[in-house]
């Protein structure tokens, strides 16, 4: 009988030490899994990558400005030369094209796509090897002819040439799969002699958002012939001239004769349905030209529904987001306990049965 009993006793250890190192294996795997992505990385051999610079030829300019800025009169034509190196571990394909520029919605320059209409810059450019295959670690220099109308605006113009690699990469995360298009650029600016203007106009604003961020987005014009780059205040009233916010703002360039609706984001309290009044104070130019606009905007229930959704409209963008994070933060320290947890559970079931059968020997 005393043998049976402790046969017993030693078969139901085993079997809470393999539950136990199950709930211990369980944990491990939930550990990492928070840590590590299920995807993994399979070696293919390499890629290819491409970069796009001025030639030796020019590398004065490049050494500090690492792009072209052509002095050119109406009518000229030029040539200049661009080096395109194979930075990457395999043979390649890259295709060379010209593009114009503008600017991007929150300013900064910004390159149109291929497909893009050419009108500027874009449309002066021609380049004489549209396509090159490269070994890794090898360059080529490409010339490219620059021919400036003979009739177009004095001032500023820019533009680029694109290196694009023509090999698209794949990324896939779980069912969905991306194609990466990689490309570099070289900008090419051209300054046309001639009267020069800088000019700045603000047209209008729009209240607007989404995604718990409210916004105003104010309608800029750079309507001279020179790059600026604004900055300064706009304040938001009520209709009694009371203030409810104040923004400072410190744009990016704006590129001649292009046109932005710039967002402005506000922070703290939303804005709730009503009347209210904008006062714009931008700073621009080699002369730090003033520019001051008021405008008179309203907000609707229908405005605050697409910044917002269903969510309080007097929410904060800022306290929504720190909530969000907060909520995060709780399930991390409640994932982290039950992890403890398990790990605790696992250690009694394996060492305390193990125990059970010496000290019941012990006692009799």
Known sequence: MPAIHRSRTCWRGRVYQLIAAGICALAFALLLGGVIPVQTAHADGGTAAFSIRPAAAH???????????????????????????????????VALYPVDATTGQTSGVVYLSHQAPRSDVGAWITVTAPHLTLNPGQSQEVAFTVVVPSTVRPGQHVGGLVAENLAVQNASNSNVQIGIQHLSIVAVQVNVPGPQSQRLDATGIQAGGAHNYQALFVSLHNMGTQMMKPSGTLQVTDMAGHQLKQVKLTLDTLLPQTTIDYPVYLDGQALGPG?????????????????QRTFDFKITAADLTQVFGNRSPNTPPAAAAEGSNGILRVLAIAGAVALLLLVVLGASIIFVPALRPRLLARKR
């Open 275 to 291: 009347h209210y009044k904008a006062l714009l104070s931008l700073t621009y130019g080699d002369l730090q030209q003033t520019l």
């Open 59 to 93: 590398s004065t300019s490049a050494a500090a400005i690492p792009y072209f800025v052509l002095n050119l009169k109406p009518g000229t034509t030029i040539q200049r030369t661009v080096r395109v190196t194979n930075t990457g571990t395999a043979p390649g394909s």
